[in-house]
């Protein structure tokens, strides 16, 4: 008889756990566009030079304004012909990357937070809800976007590598898993950059890695050298805020990081508490991790290291982006980094409370209510941000339109393409020609 609750209880975990991403794959199929966006448009001069010269390694490695997207571009590249560049397939592979994304955080979850038993498919549930969340529309309507989810599965995979390693094997095959993902991740964008120095805590706390840690810190100063070099400053540079400047008026840079952290569960105009809390419970439940369950160190330092990740990747976007003013620390296409220290503060306070002295059920309603708390600021948010979905929608079908029936360079209707419409107007005869991109000629 205790097998039927059980089960019961499983079949229900799984749907709480598929829902959320059926729903968004969904959404993605209604309203993704056939139509290449932004940033997009500047893989079809390396397409024409497919058609003429062929690439090299210098056009994959180089800069897409202060990036070095080698990586995605591949993939970008070797999607197209196979799919007629159709935009929409690449919608779908960055659904499947963000899927093995939660593979991996679930899996850690589970790991940490084991002592739940089956009331795990709570903060499973509320995790799978954040990560298909479509509070990243802007991505998830985006190919491009492929640049934003490959470097956060690579940097994920590191992180599993180093940290779920069996102690009973040789060490080398995980620092060397974990390296092999460190470089993928940061010739995606340069955010992976950061994989090198979050995954130090993760070498210094397991003490059979630390003979690797000279190896680490050599392999990421030589791959960062070689990412830096030949780099040339980009107009994206003209945005980067001085240090002179965040000393002499440090409210500014504070409000950016609020706005860019919190933005996630509160689509409104700049507030500041929720990503100030965020950073504060993180600060606050990892001092409690070192000084009072330091006998969780090992789970703890994962998420840890996830946090720093994303705290990391904020201020890096602050100091390149801040000029831009706190508009742009609200776009949706940053939320993806503000979903992952959510998670990761989340996972260390409930950590913590799954392993206090407390009753076991006063221990499971604890860890139950952080999570449900998180799942329902998602929950109540999603309607809004399923508006914004249909909004690009109706602005992408509007630009395609345009395109479609566009005969000279001049018209205006270009600049809803690219901000350069002769560009434009060249490019997307080339699609036509292609029969590429959505586009297509009149008969």
Known sequence: MPRVPRLLGMVLGAILCLAPPAALAVLIDRFGVNLPHTDQW??????QKQDHAGFSLTDFFA???EQRIVFPRLLMLALAPLTNWNIRVELFVNFLLAAAIFLILVRLLADTLSALGRWLMVPAACASLMIFSPVQWENLLWGWAISWFLPLLTFLIAVTALAKWPEDRPAWP???IAVAAAVLSQYSLFHGTLTW???IP?????????????????AGVAFTAL??????????????????SLVRDPRMAFEYLSYYLGRPVLDLDPSFWVGTMLVVLFILSTILLLVVRRDRLESGVIWFSIGCYALLTAVMTMLGRLKLGLGNAGASRYTTIGILLMLSTAALISLLLA???????LRVVAVTGVWLVLGAAFLADYPSEVASMRQAYVQRLDSKQCL?????????????AYPDKHVAFRRSLYLKDMGWGGLTRAP
Do not use: N
């Open 42 to 47: 500047e893989l079809v001069p390396l397409m």
């Open 63 to 65: 800069q897409h304004g």
């Open 174 to 176: 995980a620092v060397l």
């Open 197 to 199: 120095i979050s995954c």
């Open 202 to 218: 993760i070498l210094i706390v397991r003490k059979y890695l630390r003979k690797f840690i000279g190896v680490w810190v050599l």
């Open 227 to 244: 990412y830096l070099y030949g780099r040339h400053p980009s107009h994206w540079e003209g945005f980067y805020a001085s240090p002179h």
């Open 355 to 361: 392993s206090s002295r407390a009753g076991s059920s």
């Open 404 to 416: 479609l029936r566009v005969t000279s360079a001049d018209d205006p209707c270009l600049t809803l």
